[in-house]
Every structure is written in C-alpha cells, then in structure tokens.
C-alpha cells in the first residue's frame, strides 16, 4: 500500500494552491448539519487502471465519458489516454506518449482527439483513432487548453492571453481579449456557443463566440479556479479561493450563492445532464453534491487523499459522475481513500463469501445464546458486517474516521493539522494519540466460532484491498441511488 497523509480535520486544515504556502482555514458561517438520512450517493465499480508492479499511483487530470456513453477516456500523469467500456468497466486500451506532458489536457466529447501541453513548452494533438500525434506547436507558451464539445475548436491559454486554434491543425482562428492576470480555467458551453474563462485576479468572464462579444463578467475577492456550464447555456456556476460556490443567470445578471463557507479552494465543478444537481470538487479532495432546487449539500465524502480535483465527468445516465484530478500543493503522488477501497473490496466475490459464512455462524450462535451480552455483541457485529459495502460518508466538513498506514488504521483526530505526511506508523499514532485499530475487528465477547471466521472475512477484505493499492489505479465513480 502507499503511505496515507492524515486528511481532514474539523479545527484545522491546510489550502492548496498550484505552488504557494499553504493556507489555514478561516473561521465563518455554520457548516452543514450532519445528515442522518441514507446517503443518496453509492460507490459504484471503479475503472482500474493496471499499474506496473511497485509503480506509484498515478493522477488523471482529465476525465471524459463519450456522449453516447459507451466509453469512458482519462488521461494520465504518466502519459497515457486510457479507454474503457462502460457497461462492463472493461479496459480497452492504453495509448502511450512519449513525451513528457504536464496536467493541462483535455479531451473532446467523442474522444477523437487529445490536447496536451507538454513539459517543455507547446502543445500536441493527439489522434486516438490512429493512436498519434497529429499536429504540435512547440513556440505556443500555453497553459490550460479545452477542446470544444463538437472537436473542431480548441481554446488555449498562455498567460493572460487566450486564443482560439481550430482543430487538429491549430490553425489559429481568434484571439480573445486578455485577463487582469493569468487564466486558471477554461470551458464551452455543452452546445460550443460560449467560452468561459476564469483568472488569478478573481474575474469570471463568458465570451458568446457566436457574437464574439462579452455577455457576462464579475470579480471576486479572490482567484477563480473552477467554471461550469449548464446544460441549457443559460447558467454558470464558479468558484476559488473564496471557497464560495456562485451561479449565475445570464439573461439576468442575477448571482446566486450555491455554498458558502465550503472547507477548501473550489477546484472544479459540473452540472448532472438534467441540470438539477452540481458536483463539485476541491483542493483536498473532497467531493460535494449540490441539489440545486433547494441549494441543499446531499451529498459528502473524499475522493482519493490530497488531490487537486481538476475535472468532472456526467454520464448520459444523468445519475453517474466521476472525477479526475492532479497534484496539489503537498505535491507527491494520490492515495487511496479507505473508506473508498473498502467498500469496493467488500464487494469482491472472496469477501462476499467469507461475510456470508460469517453471517451465517452469527446467526447460529443467536439462536444458541441466551446471554445478554453475547446476543448483543453478534447483533452489533452483525450490522457492521451488514455496512460494509456501504459508502461511508459525513455531510460535515470533518470527523472523518480512518486512514491507513502500511495496513494498519488509525482514528483521526478533529484537531490534527491536516496534510502532514504520515511516514510510518510511529509518526501516525503520535498524530492522533496513539489510537490504532482495525476498523472491522470482531469484538472480543463474540464466541470462538464466530471469532475465528471474522479473522478469515477481515484476511479476505485486506488481500482485496491490497489488490487495488498496489496492482490497480481507481477511477472512483459514484452514482445517485434510484
């Protein structure tokens, strides 16, 4: 397994920005009350991607489900486009790149074509269909591209500069006015009419590119990082440092503030194919789902750990969504959540078999026992067992309740400094004072019976886990319970 940094905490955490110091979380509005009510969201299968053997985990900056939502594209940091068949979480092929690239890419909505900025300077088109690179311009200073819906256009920045190339030639097209600072994101519209852009210098501008004239922009406190489309063009939702989610209605003019006081940087954002949902992403890699009938949070949990979220990904399904994302200022690679990597490998066939015949033990031993505190410990157990493929999730900003360690787990503490990186149990048990456990541990007045089939089911679960640690990379997908 790779080694986990402690990730979240109620009194104290730490923002992330591309480079600069870290940030200490302020004080503000309430937070989000605890739900009580089933979480609405489940983790669905993951994508895996098959990593070498001792190879670190790797980001996915850019993730993209094809509009006839039979293939599901990512790109990776180490330099390959990933496809994979939907319905059956297949993996159909890997496209290698020679070159070295950074995490500004973007793939069109077909999955035709690839565009990244590479690590020396320029960019590159590559064709997936004949598994190529196609075009380049190595003087082109960029640093954040997007591909229109339709491929024919891409919108790339350098600076404060953003200029329109048309595709796969960049060939260039326009040249747009400049920003007060440097871009930090790009977007169109689902229909290719508008180009939004947001900046370092808090200002959030939409282009009709039809009219080639502004049709709204606004300055916030601080720099913008995320930006949104709805589906019908005629909203967009942003957000940044402020840590605020807006939408606005072009039409009117009139803003909107989704979530206020969120814990960390907002980092990108995406609409449900209905528009009646936004997710949306963060710095430290926690997800949110927003509904926005009633500008209600319904939804909380974490991605991977320390990540920059970079992009969101809707299925045609409206009711699935994923996220890609890249380093953020604690730098190194991702690492899994356990909450995550549990419940997916409480899934497998193995684990499903050995909780059956731990089940089917407990419910003997009910029948058979008459002391109280027995009967009470199996029921106990038995409903933790009965959890155990759940998404475990909080609609709170912290008290999140584990974190793993070179396979041991530890309870995180509320007043942990967040991002310290945790580099062996010794240092992760002085963290949180000491407090080591297996979260799925029998308790000790079970009998013997059930006991010894527990320590089997809990053998079973970590081989499982260990499986996506080491030899896999997840894409976590999660989809909205019917």
Same mark, same amino acid.
Request: glycine share 6%.
């Given at each position: 397994?790779?080694?986990?940094?402690?990730?979240?905490?109620?009194?104290?955490?730490?923002?992330?920005?591309?480079?600069?110091?870290?940030?200490?979380?302020?004080?503000?509005?309430?937070?989000p009350?605890?739900?009580?009510?089933?979480?609405?969201?489940?983790?669905?299968?993951?994508?895996?991607?098959?990593?070498?053997?001792?190879?670190?985990?790797?980001?996915?900056?850019?993730?993209v489900?094809?509009?006839?939502?039979?293939?599901?594209?990512?790109?990776?940091?180490?330099?390959?486009?990933?496809?994979?068949?939907?319905?059956?979480?297949?993996?159909?092929?890997?496209?290698?790149f020679?070159?070295?690239?950074?995490?500004?890419?973007s793939?069109?909505?077909?999955?035709?074509?690839?565009?990244?900025?590479?690590?020396?300077?320029?960019?590159?088109?590559?064709d997936?269909?004949l598994?190529?690179?196609?075009?380049r311009?190595?003087?082109?200073?960029?640093?954040?591209?997007?591909?229109?819906?339709?491929?024919?256009?891409?919108?790339?920045?350098?600076?404060?500069?953003?200029?329109?190339?048309?595709?796969?030639?960049?060939?260039?097209?326009?040249?747009?006015?400049?920003?007060?600072?440097?871009?930090?994101?790009?977007?169109?519209?689902?229909?290719?009419?508008?180009?939004?852009?947001?900046?370092?210098?808090?200002?959030?501008?939409?282009?009709?590119?039809?009219?080639?004239?502004?049709?709204?922009? =606004?300055?916030? *406190?601080?720099?913008?990082?995320? /930006?949104?489309?709805?589906? @019908? #063009?005629?909203?967009? $939702?942003? !957000?940044? +440092?402020?840590?605020?989610?807006?939408?606005?209605e072009?039409?009117?003019?009139?803003?909107?503030?989704?979530? =206020?006081?969120? *814990?960390?940087?907002?980092?990108? /954002?995406?609409?449900?194919? @209905? #528009?009646?949902?936004? $997710?949306? !992403?963060? +710095?430290?890699?926690?997800?949110?789902?927003?509904?926005?009938?009633?500008?209600?949070?319904?939804?909380?949990?974490?991605?991977?750990?320390?990540?920059?979220?970079?992009?969101?990904?809707?299925?045609?399904?409206?009711?699935?969504?994923?996220?890609?994302?890249?380093?953020?200022?604690?730098?190194?690679?991702?690492?899994?959540?356990?909450?995550?990597?549990?419940?997916?490998?409480?899934?497998s066939?193995?684990?499903r078999?050995?909780?059956?015949?731990?089940?089917?033990?407990i419910?003997?031993?009910?029948?058979?026992?008459?002391?109280?505190?027995?009967?009470?410990?199996?029921?106990?157990?038995?409903?933790?067992?009965?959890?155990?493929?759940?998404?475990?999730t909080?609609?709170?900003?912290?008290?999140?309740?584990?974190?793993?360690v070179?396979?041991?787990?530890?309870?995180?503490?509320?007043?942990?400094?967040?991002?310290?990186?945790?580099?062996?149990?010794?240092?992760?048990?002085?963290?949180?004072?000491?407090?080591?456990?297996?979260?799925?541990?029998?308790?000790?007045?079970?009998?013997?019976s059930?006991?010894?089939?527990?320590?089997?089911?809990?053998?079973?679960?970590?081989?499982?886990?260990?499986?996506?640690?080491?030899?896999?990379?997840?894409?976590?997908?999660?989809?909205?319970?019917?």
């Amino acid at each position: 397994m790779s080694r986990f940094a402690v990730a979240f905490v109620v009194l104290i955490a730490i923002g992330c920005s591309p480079s600069p110091a870290p940030q200490t979380l302020q004080s503000g509005p309430a937070t989000p009350a605890a739900s009580t009510s089933p979480s609405p969201v489940d983790l669905a299968d993951s994508f895996l991607i098959p990593q070498k053997e001792g190879a670190g985990l790797s980001h996915t900056p850019s993730v993209v489900f094809t509009s006839d939502g039979r293939r599901m594209v990512t790109a990776t940091s180490d330099r390959e486009i990933v496809e994979f068949d939907v319905a059956t979480r297949k993996l159909l092929r890997k496209i290698a790149f020679p070159e070295e690239v950074t995490d500004a890419v973007s793939i069109d909505a077909a999955a035709r074509h690839a565009v990244w900025v590479l690590k020396k300077g320029g960019l590159v088109v590559m064709d997936l269909r004949l598994e190529k690179t196609v075009a380049r311009d190595d003087a082109l200073a960029s640093t954040w591209v997007a591909v229109s819906p339709d491929g024919s256009r891409l919108a790339v920045s350098s600076g404060k500069q953003i200029t329109l190339r048309h595709l796969p030639s960049l060939k260039k097209a326009d040249e747009l006015p400049s920003h007060g600072e440097d871009v930090t994101n790009l977007a169109w519209s689902r229909d290719g009419r508008l180009l939004g852009s947001t900046s370092r210098d808090g200002t959030i501008r939409i282009r009709d590119m039809e009219k080639k004239k502004t049709t709204y922009e =606004a300055k916030k *406190p601080g720099p913008l990082y995320a /930006l949104a489309f709805h589906p @019908d #063009g005629t909203f967009a $939702a942003y !957000g940044g +440092e402020e840590k605020k989610i807006y939408q606005v209605e072009f039409a009117t003019g009139k803003e909107d503030v989704i979530a =206020a006081n969120q *814990p960390y940087w907002i980092t990108c /954002l995406g609409y449900s194919q @209905d #528009g009646s949902r936004l $997710a949306a !992403g963060d +710095e430290s890699c926690d997800i949110w789902l927003f509904t926005l009938k009633d500008k209600t949070l319904a939804f909380h949990s974490k991605h991977h750990v320390e990540c920059w979220l970079s992009s969101i990904a809707w299925a045609p399904d409206r009711e699935t969504f994923l996220f890609g994302c890249r380093p953020n200022a604690h730098a190194g690679r991702p690492s899994l959540w356990v909450g995550n990597q549990r419940a997916e490998a409480a899934r497998s066939g193995a684990v499903r078999q050995s909780r059956t015949a731990v089940l089917r033990k407990i419910e003997e031993e009910l029948a058979r026992t008459k002391d109280p505190e027995t009967k009470k410990a199996l029921d106990d157990y038995r409903s933790t067992l009965a959890k155990e493929e759940s998404l475990q999730t909080t609609n709170q900003f912290g008290g999140w309740g584990e974190y793993q360690v070179d396979g041991a787990y530890f309870e995180s503490s509320t007043a942990v400094l967040a991002g310290a990186p945790i580099d062996s149990k010794a240092t992760a048990s002085a963290l949180v004072g000491g407090k080591v456990h297996n979260p799925s541990s029998a308790p000790s007045k079970l009998p013997a019976s059930v006991q010894s089939l527990a320590q089997n089911h809990e053998a079973e679960l970590q081989k499982e886990m260990k499986k996506l640690g080491s030899a896999f990379y997840c894409v976590n997908q999660y989809s909205i319970k019917k």
